[in-house]
Structure formats: C-alpha cells, structure tokens
C-alpha cells in the first residue's frame, strides 16, 4: 500500500522514527541500522511496510530496500512477528544475515536476542534462497580471498563450518589481510 515516507524528522531514537510530511505526523518503527542511517538529517525518506492486524496497524520503515525485503521475508515465516524482525535487523546487518542463514550458522542467529536454536533452524530452512545475495558474494575479489582462506584451512584439518567461521574472524581482524594473512589470522584464532 505504501511505498515510502519523505518528511522532516520530528523525534527520533534508536526504535522509532516520527516524520511530518504535509501536516502529517507519521509514526514509525525502525530498526537500529536505520536509525544509525538517518541520525542528524532533518529530512529523511524512508521505505515502509504497513503492519495490519485486527487490532492495529504499524509503520516499519527501512533506509535501504534490502532492509525491507529481509524485514518482509522474516514476517512471511510462521511464528515470527515484527518485533523479532527488527530484532534481527538491529543486531545483524542484512549481509551477515543472509550469510548466516545460507551458510546455516545457527549460532550466529541464536545471538540475536529472542531466537533460540528452534528458531534460527526454522529462519534457515523457510530463507534459505530467498534473501539478497550478500555483498562480496559471487565472485568478487573479497569472496574469493574468503574461500581460498577456508579452502587452506579445511586442507590443515578445520571443519567446513569450523574454517568457515575462522575466516570470518580473519577477515574481520584484518580486511585488507592477504589470502596467507587470513591463513595465520585463522589458525590462532584470528588474533
């Protein structure tokens, strides 16, 4: 039904943004990376979702259409609301999501306040597929360091999973690190 909101920025924290366009005072909820995006503008546009149940309805607004396209895909799994969804998006962003739920890292979902291990198993067989394709995924110069440095450390005795997440902390530790810094990063625990 809508699209999105431009206005002025009349209050704002870290959960809700209220935005005046037209002598209209729009209430709506966002998430933390949101928030992060729009801090300090006087005029922002949001992308919003209207939230319809028999007892009320809700605006959720996002500063990106992958945001909203997470947000709605969440929503489209059975057991999960609004507020888990924001829960999501305000503790990952949507590429370590969707890398979480394609590589099926239940611990990386179980952070997130509200999903346990039930959960973050049903979040990774309804999306599996169905989410934006992270950044630095297919093929770039980033992932193929990333799966060079997995490829090593499954090669010196790692798990899949287990070198999968080693490299992630490699990469984070150090993101302009080499295929061999990632390497070393990864062995000792990407210290």
Known sequence: MYHHIQGRVVDLSPTLAVLETAGIGFRIHIPLSTFHAVKGRDEVRLLVTLYVREDRLRLFGFASPEERTVFERILAVSGFGPAIALSILSSLTVDEFARAVNRED????????????????????????????????????????????????????????????????????????????????????GK
């Open 106 to 189: 239940v611990r990386a979902l179980t952070r997130v306040k509200g999903i346990g291990k039930k959960l973050a198993e049903r979040l990774i067989l309804e999306l599996q597929g169905k989410l934006p394709e992270p950044a630095g995924e297919g093929g770039g110069r980033e992932d193929a360091r990333w799966e060079q440095t997995v490829l090593a450390l499954v090669s010196l005795g790692f798990a899949r999973k287990a070198a999968e997440e080693a490299a992630d902390r490699a990469r984070a530790s150090s993101p302009t690190g080499s295929i061999e810094d990632w390497v070393r990063l990864g062995l000792h625990g």
